[in-house]
């Protein structure tokens, strides 16, 4: 059993200080980058677009640059996906670019990405 008198009350403080630390700045519990959230939209968003093109045999859309912007994460959780563990990403975001009015709505998204390789690299994952 501890005895209270052998526990130092201020190292004790400090190694739950430098685990709320760590916590924080995303070495335990890593999240990505909000500009990796935003070209993950733009890539989903690219994607649909082509596809819908294909489909109705429409011209190609590419030069209608879309941009993603004002991306705000409402949340986020780390889940399994085919033994794979992957981070849900929930939130809403703006479109901007040619032929977007900049008054446009916030849009809701919901994107799964996994950590790559490299410390920094995060791969959007099809849900589907």
């Given at each position: 059993?501890?005895?209270?008198?052998?526990?130092?009350?201020?190292?004790?403080?400090?190694?739950?200080?430098?685990?709320?630390?760590?916590?924080?700045?995303?070495?335990?519990?890593?999240?990505?980058?909000?500009?990796?959230?935003?070209?993950?939209?733009?890539?989903?968003?690219?994607?649909?677009?082509?596809?819908l093109s294909d489909q109705l045999g429409l011209a190609d859309q590419s030069e209608t640059a879309l941009q993603v912007s004002r991306v705000q994460i409402t949340q986020d959780h780390w889940m399994t996906i085919n033994q794979q563990p992957v981070m849900q990403?929930?939130?809403?975001?703006?479109?901007?670019?040619?032929?977007?009015?900049?008054?446009?709505?916030?849009?809701?998204?919901?994107?799964?990405?996994?950590?790559?390789?490299?410390?920094?690299?995060?791969?959007?994952?099809?849900?589907?």
């Amino acid at each position: 059993m501890v005895q209270w008198r052998s526990v130092n009350p201020l190292r004790l403080l400090l190694v739950g200080l430098l685990c709320f630390c760590l916590g924080g700045c995303g070495l335990l519990n890593p999240h990505p980058p909000r500009a990796v959230v935003a070209s993950a939209i733009a890539s989903k968003l690219n994607q649909t677009q082509a596809l819908l093109s294909d489909q109705l045999g429409l011209a190609d859309q590419s030069e209608t640059a879309l941009q993603v912007s004002r991306v705000q994460i409402t949340q986020d959780h780390w889940m399994t996906i085919n033994q794979q563990p992957v981070m849900q990403v929930r939130g809403t975001y703006r479109l901007s670019g040619r032929g977007w009015r900049q008054q446009h709505r916030p849009q809701p998204f919901e994107i799964y990405l996994k950590r790559g390789d490299g410390q920094q690299q995060w791969l959007l994952v099809d849900q589907s």
